[in-house]
């Protein structure tokens, strides 16, 4: 029979305060799974706390930049003795920063790639010594369209989500052989806080031009929601894909099988 249920795993999502992490976390505590989760400012960690409990989720909540690597490894320590072995990690944490490339600060293009792909390295490297002791283990990586498209402004985000592409089939290239499965999600445009500046409503009460760019790009001519993005995780931290490894599960409502329709 396939198996989705988490039942007795521990799963770490980081930055999932909110967000497509929230409902990613959310749904992996549902299917069984201990929820786990990260974020750099204490004020989100307890409302994350009490937004899992509304849900009759537990989660365990810790204080912790991705970037910051003594830190991960102190966190990922005291995860092991407050809560188990961490089972299932999601890379979710991420930023973006919409500047024309030319007019970007080395900077600015550095904060974006230190935490969308050095982040992923550090939190994988940190929990693989475990998983390998316990005998296999999950990491899925939160990639993007940007890891496949390029577009205006995005240059810092597009280089790291497509360096975290290939970071998800190196880690499956090189710890698959201890059972442990390394995949991507890639989503589509999903109504979150990150995208509320490309949803803005105009003064004259009209969809935000990028907006309507992105229904006429999707052929379910809707973005997604976080809520989109629960299944496709289940799937991929359970035992279903135990023979899925290095695969990145784009959930963008077609967006990149479609040309487009005409204006
Ligand atoms: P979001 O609403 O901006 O949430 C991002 C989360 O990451 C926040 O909880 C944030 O916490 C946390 N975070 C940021 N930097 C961190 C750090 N250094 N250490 C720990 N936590 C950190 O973004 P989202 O839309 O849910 O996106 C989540 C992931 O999906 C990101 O990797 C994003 O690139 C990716 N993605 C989003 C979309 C989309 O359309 N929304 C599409 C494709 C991929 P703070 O409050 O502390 O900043
Ligand atoms: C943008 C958006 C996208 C989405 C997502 C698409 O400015 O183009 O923020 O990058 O966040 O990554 O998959």
Known sequence: MVNFSLEGKVALVTGASYGIGFSIASAMGEAGAKIVFNDRNPELIEKGVAAYKELGIEAYGYICD???????????AQIEKEVGVIDILVNNAG???RIPMVDMSAEDFRQVVDI?????FIMSKAVIPSMIKKGGGKI????????????????????A????KMLTKNIASEYGQYNIQCNGIGPGYIATPQTAPLREI??????HPFDQFILAKTPANR??????????????????????????????????????KQP
Not at 66 to 76: G, I, L, R
Not at 116 to 120: I, S, T
Not at 140 to 159: H, Q
Not at 202 to 207: K, L, V
């Open 161 to 164: 989500k497509g360096g975290l």
């Open 223 to 260: 973005w997604g929601e976080a809520s989109d993005l629960a299944g496709p995780a289940v799937f991929l931290a359970s035992s279903a894909s135990d023979f899925v490894n290095g695969h990145i599960l784009y959930v963008d409502g077609g967006i990149l099988a479609y040309i487009g």
């Open 66 to 76: 991705v970037t910051d690597e003594p830190a991960v490894q102190a966190m990922v």
């Open 95 to 97: 930023i973006i920063k």
């Open 202 to 207: 105009q003064p004259d009460g009209s969809r």
């Open 140 to 159: 899925i990586n939160i990639c993007s369209m940007m890891s496949e498209l390029g577009r205006e402004t995005v240059s810092a985000y597009a280089a």
């Open 116 to 120: 969308d792909l050095n982040g992923p």
